[in-house]
């Protein structure tokens, strides 16, 4: 019997348990509730098997920006596969989809980043990252220049290289990581971390920890520091805005590479076509993924800036996927953001969603649970807290308020994430000022039950 929709969701759920193993789950614990099995979605929603609409405030994984049912994307795939389903970037050849989407990434990109080289993933990219800005040293006569620089909390994905440059304890702890030559310094969490220092006082104290590992490394063994212009799935941590110039100083000062880890963050998250315009920052070399092409195919890339993609382009980079600028991906993607050019979509974002979610979410504050509630365009958090006075934390373990506040958002049919005490929220970038409202509503009403 084949495995479709129509069958029945004990049994799917049944097969799922007995074959499927998910990512980021606690098998033993899904296994006594099964899985909820999403069969279609549409703009900002989303069903299950059950027939019931969910409002999917995380745009899938971060990823769905221009929103769901998006059939143009479907035809452009169609179209190529027919074309060219697939041949490599490898060994002297080319193709038409890798050429007009690296080129169009280079309009789009800020300053000097013109140069693409693709990945299949967020974490492949990181990883050429790693490998990359190293090879990069060692060509210009520093190969001492190996270590790099990253955050506590930071996600940047989870192969062996980009779990590492990442700083989840729980993604350390399993697999012996982090890898040689990668450094944590800590995260610019004014909320949870910030004591008694103003948000200004805070954000440079923590910029000032790049300085401060530089100097105790040696500025000839630093090669880059890493990092998301707003930490995303560490629980959507907003710098304060001392921060980056800080950080951008400190990278110029001592011969620093900079890369931004914009997979999260790009393709108009913010309101920009980058989180690093945001901030004013001046990246080396940007990551991007997800919203490239709003997750519906897989791909990823380096932006790399003239300087060191011209060091590169002198000897062969033993480097590549198979699926490095993959036809199929790489024509969906442009097909994308075409989309988010020619429907003006960051105009939408900066003068209807973002404004109107900044209200709406901010007046969650005022929830005995909630201790902050931050957005910036479309990326928003709440800290939870037992007691607003001090910012006490709840332990980060099942059972406690995050972990219920999930839950209760699921059961009242919205998506919203939580790590540890923070919930966080990234709906696709088209919603509109109707679903933001009911997104916060939702997000209410969980919270209430949680409380
Ligand atoms: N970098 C950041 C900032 C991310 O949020 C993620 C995924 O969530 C990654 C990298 C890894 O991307 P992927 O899951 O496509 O490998």
Redesign the pocket.
Known sequence: QPITNHMPTAELRALDAAHHMHPFTDAAALEKKGARVITRADGVRLWDSEGTEILDGMAG??CVNIGYGRTELADAAARQMRELPYYNTFFQTTHVPAIALAARIAELAPGDLNHVFFAG??????DTNLRMVRHYWAVKGKPEKTVFISRKN??????MG?ASLGGMQAMHSQGGLPLPGIVHIDQPYWYGEGGDMTPAEFGLARARQLEEKILELGEDRVAAFIA?PIQ??GGVIIPPETYWPEIQRICDKYEILLVA?????GFGRTGHWFGSQHFGIRPHIM?I??GLSSGYQ?I?GSVVCDEVAETLSHGEFYHGYTYSGHPVAAAVALENLRILEEEDILGHVNRVAAPHLAEAWASLADHPLVGEAVSVGLLGAVALTPDKATRAKFAAEPGTAGFVTRERCFANNLVMRHVGDRMVISPPLIITPGDIDLLVARARTALDEAH
Do not use: R
Request: glycine residues 14%; proline residues 4%; contains cysteine.
């Open positions: 994984l971060w993933s967020g974490s492949e990219a990181n930071a996600y940047h994905g989870s192969s980009s998301e995303g799935a880890d914009e997979v999260i963050c990551t993924a997800k897989p990823g």
